[in-house]
């Protein structure tokens, strides 16, 4: 994978997980960048470490939290879900964790053989945005002072980078950079 496409694996991951939770009937969104939501609750966290060497990235730990069974969380935890408080009833992780690797497989073979490129995974990703297109609240935390603004989601560059639209101009975002106001 290319250094510069290298937010292919987090569509990669971020689809497996958000397709997995549609083959147990639970309809999840892609919280930018890096979280699965379920309404305005957190159920799944993603964290992407990549090596790059040269060009290309030459090794990649990707880490996937699902909450799968839990019921109670601590209160210091803001707005978490669990599949099981989707569904009803407990699932095996095990099931879980098959689903998911199979879809993750999946879309990276499909990737690998060019079945399908990193600007169709991109489309797929950004169709599953979390608020895309609704008026939401963010905080730009470019600046020393953090200024609050009203925008809407409009999709993703390739290099990752979050664009909004406010006031009729399309800002763009790297990761750290933005942060819903929730």
Known sequence: IPASSQM???CITALSVVKTLESLNIEAKIKWPND???GDKKLCGILIENLISGMYLSSSIVGIGVNVNQ???EEDIPNPISIAQCIGI???VETVLSTLLNMFESYFVRFATGEINYAELRELY???LWHLNLTTEFIDKRFSHEETFSGEICGIL???K???ETKGEIREFAFNEVSYLI
């Open 8 to 10: 292919v694996l987090s």
């Open 36 to 38: 699965i939501y379920i």
């Open 71 to 73: 019921r109670y969380f």
């Open 90 to 92: 407990d699932m095996s």
């Open 126 to 128: 950004v169709g599953y």
């Open 158 to 160: 390739p290099s990752g």
């Open 162 to 164: 979050l664009m909004i």
